[in-house]
């Protein structure tokens, strides 16, 4: 059995800096998004002052701010967090589209890991639901794809092609 270089990424967040980018619409689902992506970020070794938060209108203007803190600087992963409820959003497909195809294209156009936290679902129990009681807490999630994907790269970085 030949020897297979595993580049993994340790979930220790100790060190590094976070921004995470928060929607104000469906404001009492994304605070426990919010909530659930700074405790595990917190439990896992970040320092709170290393931590930045920031409120932007809605699930559409998170692109648009992930790209300039990526371009900005000083920060080593960001975290976007959101709740696109159909029944609330009368353009939900339009704005749930842009965002995640949005969010997608800014990582991979500065490098920067983003963990994506932006609920889309068809009703505010199943917001209510992926923000913290049955199905666990899509913004912890988001932060630990962050943290996680933040260390793969640093791994990566001394491995010869």
Same mark, same amino acid.
């Given at each position: 059995?030949?020897?297979?270089? =595993?580049?993994?990424?340790?979930?220790?967040?100790?060190?590094?800096?976070?921004?995470?980018?928060?929607?104000?619409?469906?404001?009492?689902?994304? %605070?426990?998004?919010?909530?659930?992506?700074?405790? +595990?970020?917190?439990?896992?070794?970040?320092?709170?002052?290393?931590? /930045?938060? $920031?409120?932007?209108?809605?699930?559409?203007?998170?692109?648009?701010? #992930?790209?300039?803190?990526?371009?900005?600087?000083?920060?080593?992963?960001? *975290?976007? *967090?959101?709740? *696109?409820?159909?029944?609330? /959003?009368?353009?939900?497909? +339009?704005?749930? #589209? %842009? #965002? =995640?195809?949005?969010?997608?294209?800014?990582?991979?156009?500065?490098?920067?890991? $983003?963990?994506?936290?932006?609920? =889309? /679902?068809?009703?505010?129990?199943?917001?209510? %639901?992926?923000?913290?009681?049955?199905?666990?807490?899509?913004? #912890? %999630? @988001?932060?630990?794809? @962050?943290?996680? /994907?933040?260390? *793969?790269?640093?791994?990566?970085?001394?491995?010869?092609?």
């Amino acid at each position: 059995m030949h020897h297979i270089t =595993t580049i993994e990424g340790v979930l220790d967040a100790s060190g590094l800096k976070f921004t995470i980018i928060a929607s104000r619409f469906n404001d009492f689902i994304v %605070e426990r998004l919010v909530g659930g992506a700074v405790d +595990y970020l917190l439990r896992h070794g970040a320092a709170r002052q290393d931590l /930045t938060l $920031i409120r932007v209108p809605g699930a559409f203007e998170l692109p648009l701010v #992930a790209r300039a803190v990526a371009q900005r600087g000083g920060v080593d992963a960001i *975290v976007c *967090v959101g709740a *696109v409820i159909r029944g609330a /959003t009368p353009h939900f497909d +339009y704005v749930c #589209a %842009e #965002a =995640t195809k949005g969010i997608a294209h800014v990582s991979l156009e500065t490098g920067m890991p $983003i963990g994506f936290g932006l609920l =889309t /679902t068809d009703s505010l129990e199943q917001a209510i %639901e992926r923000a913290g009681s049955k199905a666990g807490n899509k913004g #912890a %999630e @988001a932060a630990a794809a @962050a943290l996680e /994907t933040v260390r *793969v790269l640093r791994g990566l970085e001394g491995v010869s092609a």
